[in-house]
């Protein structure tokens, strides 16, 4: 295809290069983002990609493994796929601990390749997950080489994010590696005489990102292994990918006056627009599951809130009276809690909009261990700019803060106190990045334009 001029461009920090544009249409090169989709990326609000591949495991140590580190349970071993390229499997381990031991588990990948899992990091999950018998431990946000080819060699390499969890589907079932992408492929289209941002998301997990031979939307959500290719477009050109600007890559998407059909690489890096006379996919936003009814269930409004005391990572004790003349948005959260982490971008961008020093931001840390919290805190102390607490009752739900004294059935729950200490709003749950009930809340109180 003959290509009139090639550009080098920044958009909204994301890099764009080799990008062609013709009378047909427009092509461009994507580059890898890992973290878009971590639980903390810019993307977890906008996209929920579907369960990938399971990867199997095996009590025999299979020969590309030359040397291992010390065990402290039972190695089960495995392999994650991630393209079709010659070095496209990556060693996995899954260092098994007794139930009662969950924060001894340890995850090994051969991130190298060389076959030593001993020299890719000391194996601890991010999250053990809920300290339960039979419950999954994770989430782990990680990458592995993703590498693509054809004929025995390889065309193409990159690092790839995914999300991993450990533990069986149903009690009785073998333990597995469950797999969730956090890959996206990022950049811009010139479309329409002007740069229009793309992203590109794929399901499977393993690094597929063409659209041929790649399902549409109308399979089930909850049905583990389909893969599809989710294309976001930024239509309207407001710098964001809105609710319904997420679209299904196999079907055809309008872009101001004309309607074009999308073509992508396996590896994801390449993404032609081609016009089309077929008719354009139609994107509806979301219905939002309510939670109006679980809302309604919580401390009543108008209700003095209930004090409490909890702890810092230090030990200090805080109370909620200390902060009587501020409003309070209260945050029921726990390390274990993937809505919990998700929602807290949101939550910081939206008390950021709020009247400077206006607003205080809590977040009580509940139906966990200290010890998760204690590690949760310093990795993640610079991200979000909440006063971070733990409720002293730990893992008891029936004398915690949240369900003794708030209510809380489950989590993420938010408060909304006024300065005199009565209860404005209660939320439960995370909508997405369409939730809009607390910036409501904080706006009827005149702090947020």
Same mark, same amino acid.
């Given at each position: 295809m003959p290509?009139?001029r090639w550009?080098?461009?920044?958009?909204?920090? $994301?890099?764009?290069?080799a990008?062609?544009?013709t009378?047909?249409?427009?092509?461009?090169?994507?580059?890898? +983002?890992?973290?878009?989709?971590t639980?903390t990326? &810019? $993307?977890?609000?906008r996209?929920?990609p579907?369960?990938g591949?399971v990867?199997?495991?095996s009590?025999?140590?299979?020969?590309?493994i030359q040397?291992?580190?010390a065990?402290?349970?039972?190695p /089960?071993?495995?392999?994650?796929?991630?393209?079709?390229?010659?070095?496209?499997?990556? &060693?996995?381990?899954?260092?098994?601990a007794?139930?009662?031991?969950?924060?001894?588990n340890?995850?090994? /990948? +051969?991130?190298?390749?060389?076959?030593? $899992?001993?020299?890719?990091g000391?194996?601890? &999950?991010?999250?053990?997950?809920?300290?339960?018998?039979?419950?999954?431990?994770?989430?782990?946000?990680?990458?592995?080489?993703?590498s693509w080819?054809?004929?025995?060699?390889?065309?193409?390499?990159?690092?790839?994010?995914?999300?991993?969890?450990?533990g069986?589907?149903?009690?009785?079932?073998?333990?597995?590696?469950f797999?969730?992408?956090?890959a996206?492929?990022?950049?811009?289209?010139?479309?329409?005489?002007?740069? !229009?941002?793309?992203?590109?998301?794929e399901?499977?997990?393993?690094?597929?990102?063409?659209?041929?031979?790649?399902?549409?939307?109308?399979?089930?959500?909850t049905?583990?292994?389909?893969?599809?290719?989710?294309? /976001?477009v930024?239509?309207?050109?407001?710098g964001?990918?809105?609710?319904?600007?997420v679209?299904?890559?196999?079907k055809?998407?309008?872009?101001g006056?004309?309607?074009?059909?999308?073509?992508?690489?396996?590896?994801?890096a390449?993404?032609?627009f081609r016009?089309?006379?077929?008719?354009?996919?139609?994107?509806?936003?979301?219905?939002r599951?309510?939670?109006?009814?679980?809302?309604?269930?919580?401390?009543?409004?108008?209700s003095l809130a209930?004090e409490?005391?909890a702890?810092?990572r230090e030990?200090?004790?805080v109370?909620?009276? +200390?902060?009587?003349?501020?409003? !309070?948005?209260l945050?029921? &959260?726990?390390?274990?809690?993937i809505?919990?982490?998700?929602?807290?971008p949101?939550?910081q961008?939206?008390?950021?909009k709020?009247?400077a020093?206006?607003?205080?931001?809590?977040?009580?840390?509940?139906?966990?261990?200290?010890?998760?919290?204690?590690?949760?805190?310093?990795?993640?102390?610079a991200?979000?700019?909440?006063?971070?607490?733990?409720?002293?009752?730990?893992?008891?739900?029936?004398?915690?803060?949240?369900g003794q004294?708030?209510?809380?059935?489950?989590?993420?729950?938010?408060?909304?106190?006024?300065?005199?200490?009565?209860v404005?709003?209660?939320?439960?749950?995370y909508?997405?990045?369409d939730?809009h009930r607390?910036e409501?809340?904080?706006?009827?109180?005149g702090?947020?334009k």
């Amino acid at each position: 295809m003959p290509r009139s001029r090639w550009a080098v461009a920044i958009l909204a920090g $994301l890099m764009v290069v080799a990008e062609s544009v013709t009378a047909a249409g427009a092509t461009t090169q994507l580059k890898m +983002d890992t973290e878009a989709l971590t639980m903390t990326g &810019w $993307l977890s609000g906008r996209v929920m990609p579907r369960s990938g591949s399971v990867v199997e495991f095996s009590a025999q140590r299979p020969s590309g493994i030359q040397r291992e580190p010390a065990y402290l349970g039972t190695p /089960l071993y495995g392999k994650i796929v991630v393209g079709n390229g010659p070095r496209s499997g990556t &060693w996995v381990v899954v260092d098994r601990a007794p139930d009662d031991r969950r924060a001894d588990n340890r995850i090994y /990948l +051969d991130y190298n390749q060389n076959g030593d $899992l001993s020299d890719d990091g000391d194996g601890v &999950w991010q999250n053990v997950g809920k300290n339960l018998k039979g419950a999954r431990v994770g989430p782990h946000f990680t990458t592995v080489r993703g590498s693509w080819g054809e004929g025995g060699m390889e065309t193409s390499t990159a690092d790839y994010g995914l999300m991993l969890l450990f533990g069986a589907d149903r009690a009785g079932d073998a333990e597995v590696l469950f797999t969730r992408t956090a890959a996206v492929r990022t950049g811009s289209l010139d479309l329409e005489g002007r740069s !229009v941002r793309v992203a590109l998301v794929e399901s499977g997990a393993q690094g597929d990102f063409s659209t041929d031979g790649a399902a549409d939307f109308s399979a089930p959500f909850t049905q583990r292994g389909v893969r599809t290719v989710t294309l /976001l477009v930024d239509v309207d050109g407001d710098g964001e990918f809105g609710a319904v600007e997420v679209f299904d890559a196999t079907k055809p998407i309008r872009v101001g006056e004309r309607t074009f059909e999308a073509s992508t690489s396996i590896d994801g890096a390449r993404l032609e627009f081609r016009p089309t006379e077929k008719v354009a996919q139609i994107v509806k936003a979301p219905v939002r599951a309510s939670a109006s009814a679980k809302d309604d269930k919580l401390v009543p409004r108008g209700s003095l809130a209930p004090e409490f005391t909890a702890v810092t990572r230090e030990g200090a004790s805080v109370k909620l009276s +200390d902060y009587r003349g501020k409003i !309070v948005v209260l945050d029921f &959260w726990a390390t274990w809690c993937i809505p919990c982490i998700r929602s807290m971008p949101h939550v910081q961008k939206t008390v950021a909009k709020a009247t400077a020093g206006e607003v205080v931001w809590l977040g009580v840390c509940v139906w966990d261990d200290r010890a998760s919290f204690d590690r949760w805190v310093p990795l993640n102390d610079a991200k979000y700019a909440f006063t971070k607490l733990f409720d002293p009752a730990g893992k008891d739900r029936a004398t915690s803060i949240a369900g003794q004294l708030y209510r809380v059935s489950g989590i993420p729950t938010l408060y909304v106190i006024d300065r005199e200490g009565k209860v404005v709003d209660g939320f439960v749950g995370y909508l997405g990045d369409d939730d809009h009930r607390l910036e409501a809340s904080l706006r009827g109180l005149g702090v947020v334009k």
